[in-house]
C-alpha cells in the first residue's frame, strides 16, 4: 500500500471522526487529490493468485464435530432478509418469526443476527420481535434497514439522508447503504467519501449513540478487482462499520474471491488502525457448503474473532432453510424434506 504507515497514521485512534482520522491515515490534507493518490496508488491486485487462493479455502474440508458448530454459527450470523415491493406488515413477522425460531422442532436452534427490511418496515419488524429485539451479540436481533435510494443509489443526497434519518428514527439498529457506483467508477472519489460521512453522522440517534452502517459497494457493477479493493478502502477510510459486497438485485453478487478481497482490506485496515471492521457477503449463497466455505476464508484471512454478529454476516433470505435442513441431518442422521421447513 502506499497508504503513510508513520506512527501518527498508525495510531489514529477510532473515536476520532471519519475526516479526522482520514487525514492522519493519508498522511495529509483530506482532497479529492490525496484520496485519489492513494487509492490510484494501492498495489493491483493479482487476479490469478486472488482466484487460487479462494479456489483453495474452498476445498478445505472439516470433521463432523466442527460442521456442527459451524451451521450453528452461520445461522448466528445471518441477515434474514426480506427487500420486495410487495413486502406486507404480514410478511415481515412471518419473517421475523423465523428468525426468532428458524426451527420449531429444535428449540436449541440459534437464532439469526438480524432482520433486513425497508425501512418503512422497520417499526413492524421491532413491534413483532418485542423482547427479542437487540443486540445479536447477546442473542437478540438487530433490525436492519436499506436506505439512501436501495437498490439504484440514484438519489439526491438530501433524500439520501433523510431515508436514512427516518430508518434511525423509527427504531432501526443497523443501516445498509448503498454507494454511488456512478460517482465512483467515474474518479470522484471525494463525492462517494462525503456521502458516506454524512450517512454516517445521519446515523446519530438523540441519544448520541450511532446505528452501525455497512455500505454496500456492489461488487457486481465494479468491473474489475482492483475497484473493489479501493472501494473497500474508501468506505472504511470514510468511517463504515461494515463493507458489503452487494445490494442481491444485481449479478454476479457475493462470490469468494471478491469477499476474500475484501476480508484482506478489513485485516490490512486492522493492522494499520487496530480498527475492527464487519464484512457482509450477500445475495447468491444459498448453500450450506458454499456458507461454510465462507467461514472457512474468515478465519484463515482475519481469524476466528471475526466470527461474530458484529464483524461477519451473511445478508441471505433462502440460505437459511438449507442451513436447517443440514442441521436436521446433522442431528438425525437422515435428510428432512423441504416441508420440514418453510416457505419463504
Not at 70 to 88: K, N
Request: aromatic content about 4%; glycine content about 8%.
Amino acid at each position: 500500500m502506499t497508504i503513510d504507515k508513520s506512527a501518527p497514521a498508525a495510531a489514529a485512534p477510532a473515536t476520532l471522526a471519519p475526516a479526522e482520522r482520514a487525514v492522519q491515515v493519508l498522511g495529509g490534507d483530506l482532497t479529492e487529490k490525496a484520496l485519489r493518490q492513494n487509492l490510484e496508488g494501492l498495489p493491483g491486485v493479482d487476479a490469478v493468485g486472488l482466484e487460487q487462493r479462494a479456489a483453495g479455502l474452498a476445498t478445505r474440508s472439516i470433521k463432523t464435530s466442527s460442521k456442527a458448530w459451524a451451521l450453528d454459527r452461520i445461522i448466528r450470523l445471518i441477515d434474514l432478509t426480506t427487500l420486495e415491493g410487495a413486502d406486507t406488515p404480514g410478511k415481515v413477522r412471518s419473517l421475523v418469526a423465523k428468525a426468532v425460531n428458524p426451527d420449531p422442532s429444535d428449540a436449541a436452534t440459534p437464532r439469526v443476527a438480524a432482520v433486513c427490511v425497508y425501512g418503512d418496515k422497520v417499526p413492524d419488524a421491532i413491534e413483532a420481535l418485542g423482547a427479542a429485539h437487540g443486540d445479536p451479540d447477546d442473542g437478540l436481533i438487530s433490525v436492519a434497514a436499506v436506505a439512501t435510494a436501495f437498490p439504484s443509489g440514484r438519489a439526491s443526497l438530501r433524500v439520501k439522508l433523510a431515508d436514512t434519518a427516518d430508518a434511525v428514527a423509527a427504531g432501526a439498529d443497523e443501516i445498509d447503504m448503498v454507494i454511488d457506483r456512478g460517482a465512483f467508477l467515474a474518479g470522484r472519489y471525494g463525492k462517494v467519501f462525503d456521502e458516506i460521512v454524512a450517512v454516517k453522522e445521519a446515523c446519530r440517534r438523540t441519544d448520541g449513540s450511532y446505528a452501525s452502517l455497512k455500505v454496500i459497494l456492489e461488487t457486481g457493477e465494479l468491473n474489475t478487482y482492483d475497484n473493489v479493493r479501493r472501494a473497500s478502502w474508501l468506505a472504511i477510510l470514510a468511517g463504515g462499520d461494515f463493507i458489503k459486497t452487494s445490494t442481491g438485485k444485481v449479478q454476479p453478487a457475493a462470490t469468494l474471491p471478491v469477499t476474500l478481497l475484501m476480508l484482506e482490506a478489513v485485516r490490512d485496515w486492522h493492522r494499520l488502525t487496530g480498527e475492527k471492521v464487519g464484512v457482509k457477503p450477500a445475495g447468491g449463497i444459498r448453500a450450506s457448503k458454499d456458507a461454510i466455505r465462507y467461514l472457512v476464508t474468515v478465519a484463515e484471512t482475519v481469524g476466528e474473532e471475526w466470527l461474530q454478529p458484529h464483524l461477519f454476516r451473511f445478508g441471505a433470505s433462502s440460505l437459511l432453510n438449507d442451513v436447517l435442513l443440514q442441521r436436521q441431518k446433522t442431528i438425525t442422521g437422515h435428510y428432512s424434506g423441504p416441508d420440514y421447513v418453510t416457505i419463504d
